[in-house]
């Protein structure tokens, strides 16, 4: 029997939290801001939610829209707010820089990783921005902590990305291929079949936990829904 996929719900607050495990869902990724794609939530936000659920949160590190961490007060912006999630009881992290090649940001996320101390993280959809795949795979291999990396296999989503998802997920092991594929970016149900059939096993998903809309909450039968998908 293959192991259980990883389901992974956007959460803004506590209400959301509770409905998604209530669902099924593994891990949340805590987020405010959707309007911008998802800003670091606040300190209390995240302490909230660490208080109603007992499962996994992701803390998304990015303070700005655009995949650019900004110039050094911006840096050092990240920096105090990684300094400051991690003093709360942060122990899981999202973030993903590139620079102005599409390249990945090493700078900026060398210096939060290394303010993580060791932290699992994920590297979010700024690999489906990317000017290259491969080496930004292979520039991050060595960085400690990353254990997943969240995509589409496109910038268009998962329609697009698909060819890309199952050549990906077919070079599982090798160097820069190592951390877990966790897709997500317009992923339908219609998806999983497939994809599950290839071997990915991590699934990430935000407006299809939401039935109303991003101005409402998390649905609890709607991440069940996809519990069930992903279990049948």
Do not use: N
Not at 71 to 80: H, K, S, Y
Not at 100 to 125: K, M, N, Q, S, Y
Not at 217 to 223: G, L, M, N, R
Request: proline content about 4%; overall charge negative.
């Amino acid at each position: 029997m293959s192991k259980r996929a990883v389901l992974e719900v956007i959460a803004l607050d506590a209400e959301d939290a509770v409905a998604a495990q209530a669902g099924g869902a593994d891990r949340l990724e805590l987020v405010a801001d959707m309007a911008a794609d998802g800003l670091t939530p606040a300190v209390e936000t995240f302490a909230g939610i660490r208080a109603a659920v007992d499962i996994s949160l992701r803390v998304m590190l990015r303070l700005a829209d655009g995949f650019a961490a900004g110039d050094a007060a911006g840096v050092d912006a990240l920096v105090r707010t990684a300094q400051r999630m991690r003093a709360a009881g942060a122990e899981e992290f999202v973030l993903g820089f590139l620079d102005e090649h599409g390249g990945p940001d090493l700078a900026v996320v060398e210096r939060l990783v290394a303010e993580l101390d060791g932290c699992r993280w994920t590297f979010h959809r700024a690999i489906d921005r990317a000017a290259d795949r491969d080496a930004l795979r292979k520039q991050l291999a060595d960085l400690p902590g990353l254990d997943a990396y969240l995509t589409a296999g496109s910038a268009a989503g998962v329609d697009d990305g698909l060819p890309t998802l199952l050549a990906e997920i077919a070079r599982r092991g090798e160097p820069g291929y190592e951390p877990q594929l966790l897709v997500g970016g317009g992923l339908r149900l219609d998806h999983l079949p497939g994809l599950r059939a290839a071997g990915l096993d991590a699934f990430h998903i935000g407006g299809a936990a939401r039935p109303g809309g991003w101005t409402a909450p998390v649905a609890a039968e709607a991440v069940r829904e996809w519990r069930e998908a992903l279990d049948a």
